[in-house]
């Protein structure tokens, strides 16, 4: 089973992906982990990702659609894959479908995490992370013990630089110019699954993993 997990920043594509991946034992690709991995491994690629990513930018696609088709080539398991972030615009959909040609793994189905601008708003402003353990909290709705501060580590919560009401208001124009064309593309496919983002996770997960199931035919507990 080959998927596409899509929606605006703030739409919970990154906890999605992780119970997709722990559930159907499907390995996850994603574009903005990629990336995030160049740039804290110093490379000339990442310095070049981080000046897009910092501003809320898409990264251009010549530079995406080389590192993601990459990572998928090298990837020879017989399991699905769980595309999360790529593609996210036309270009990248129409470099994508060869590949998908050349590895023979058709996407069979588009998630898309559909959230309102005020919610993905509260969610991404207010999201903060720990330098040591990754554990994201949210200053309104899901805050830390001690504020600012990680129950886990004891360390200072960082924002990310792309987090911030400038860059996400970058962020979701990007969006809409970009990421809503591609969806169209998926959409004449007739693979687009639209799935309400702004429930809590539990519904969320429920509706994604009963239609999983159906395509995958196989229930899991
Ligand atoms: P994400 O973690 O998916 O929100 O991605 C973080 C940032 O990485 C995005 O805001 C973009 O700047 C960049 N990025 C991730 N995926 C792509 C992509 N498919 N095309 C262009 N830029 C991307």
Known sequence: MNILITGAPGSGKG??????????????????????????????IGALARHYI??????????????????????????????DGFPRTSIQAHAFYEIEKKINRPIDVVINL?????????RITGR???????TIY???????????VCDNEGRTLFQRPD???DALSV?????????????EYYRKRGIVKDIDGSLGVEPVWKEIKELLEKIDGNPRD
């Open 15 to 44: 906890t999605m992906s992780r119970r997709i991946m722990d559930t159907f034992g499907i390995t996850h690709i994603s574009s903005g982990d990629l990336f995030r991995q160049y740039i804290k491994e110093d490379t000339e």
């Open 138 to 148: 949210n200053i309104y709705l899901n805050p830390p013990r001690v504020p600012g």
């Open 54 to 83: 910092d501003q809320g930018l898409l990264v251009p696609d010549d530079v995406t659609i080389e590192i993601v088709k990459e990572r998928i080539l090298c990837f020879n398991e017989d399991q699905g894959i769980l595309l």
């Open 163 to 165: 987090d911030t009401l």
């Open 114 to 122: 559909v959230v309102d601008k005020e919610l993905l708003i509260r």
């Open 171 to 183: 962020r979701l124009n990007q969006y809409d110019i970009h990421t809503e064309p591609m969806l």
């Open 128 to 134: 903060r992370m720990c330098p040591e353990c990754s």
